[in-house]
């Protein structure tokens, strides 16, 4: 089985930065997509960012130009730098991949999940 684990999270001040890290270990495999989602208190979880093993991405739309994501294929570790926050950012902040090479924005289309990193922007 695949293991991610999350980390960089923390609390922050509305407009500051965070940036996440995701590393992968056990029977990985560098050209998985990497996914990034979120889950905010009585919400349901939400999609953020995705990568594959190329490079290629995407982003919601209420985070673009505000966050990049990228991957270290080497390392198995995928990151999100936060940027310009805001208090709706905060949530619990999940790293995914799924055994397909080519990016998913739904969470039913990835197939291991890490614990989460807790993100919290403050107004």
């Known amino acids: 089985q695949v293991q991610l684990v999350e980390s960089g999270g923390g609390l922050v001040q509305a407009g500051g930065s965070l940036r996440l890290s995701c590393a992968a270990s056990?029977?990985?495999?560098?050209?998985?997509?990497m996914g990034w989602f979120r889950q905010a208190p009585g919400r349901e979880r939400e999609f953020v960012s995705a990568?594959?093993?190329?490079?290629?991405?995407t982003y919601a739309d209420s985070v673009k130009g505000r966050f990049t994501i990228s991957r270290d294929n080497a390392k198995n570790t995928v990151y999100l730098q936060m940027n310009s926050l805001k208090p709706d950012d905060t949530g619990v902040y999940y790293c995914?991949?799924?055994?397909?090479?080519?990016?998913?924005?739904?969470?039913?289309?990835?197939?291991?999940w890490g614990q989460g990193t807790r993100v919290t922007v403050a107004s």
């Open positions: 056990g029977r990985t495999v560098s050209s998985d997509a």
């Open positions: 990568i594959s093993w190329t490079g290629r991405n």
């Open positions: 995914a991949r799924r055994v397909l090479t080519t990016i998913a924005t739904s969470t039913y289309e990835y197939d291991y």
